[in-house]
Nanobody, 122 residues
Framework: QVQLVESGGGLVQAGGSLRLSCAASGRTFSSYAMGWFRQAPGKEREFVAAIKWSGSSTYYADSVKGRFTISRDNTKNTVFLQMNSLKPEDTAVYYC???????????????WGQGTQVTVSS
C-alpha cells in the first residue's frame, strides 16, 4: 500500500498559480499511475488529471486542460500539479491517488491522500 501526503494548497486570487505536491512512501511508487481529484463542498469528487507510471501519458479534465499540468519525479517519489490561471470554480479539496493503471475514474485508484485545500478568491 502506498501512503500519500499532499501539500501546497492555500488561498490565491483568481488568475494566480499554485503548485501542489504529493509525496509517496514505498519503493514501488514508480510503478503506479497517479491521479489528482478534487471535491468542492456539496459536490461529488471529480477527476482533474492523471499521469502514467513512466510519465509518458497524461489525462486532463476538460475544465483544467491548458491551465493545469501534472508531472512526476520518480527519483523523489513525488507527483506535482501545477495550476495556473486559477478560477473561483477551482476551489476544492484536492486529493492525490495511486493506482495500477492510468484512469479518469476514482474507482481505478486504491490509495488516497488526506487532501489539501485550494481556495481561489474572485
Amino acid at each position: 500500500q502506498v501512503q500519500l501526503v499532499e501539500s501546497g494548497g492555500g488561498l490565491v486570487q483568481a488568475g494566480g498559480s499554485l503548485r501542489l505536491s504529493c509525496a509517496a512512501s514505498g519503493r514501488t511508487f514508480s510503478s503506479y499511475a497517479m491521479g489528482w481529484f478534487r471535491q468542492a463542498p456539496g459536490k461529488e469528487r471529480e477527476f482533474v488529471a492523471a499521469i502514467k507510471w513512466s510519465g509518458s501519458s497524461t489525462y486532463y479534465a476538460d475544465s483544467v486542460k491548458g491551465r493545469f499540468t501534472i508531472s512526476r519525479d520518480n527519483t523523489k517519489n513525488t507527483v506535482f500539479l501545477q495550476m495556473n490561471s486559477l478560477k473561483p470554480e477551482d476551489t476544492a479539496v484536492y486529493y492525490c491517488a495511486s493506482g495500477r493503471d492510468l484512469s479518469r475514474r476514482a474507482l481505478g485508484y486504491s490509495s488516497w491522500g488526506q487532501g489539501t485545500q485550494v481556495t481561489v478568491s474572485s
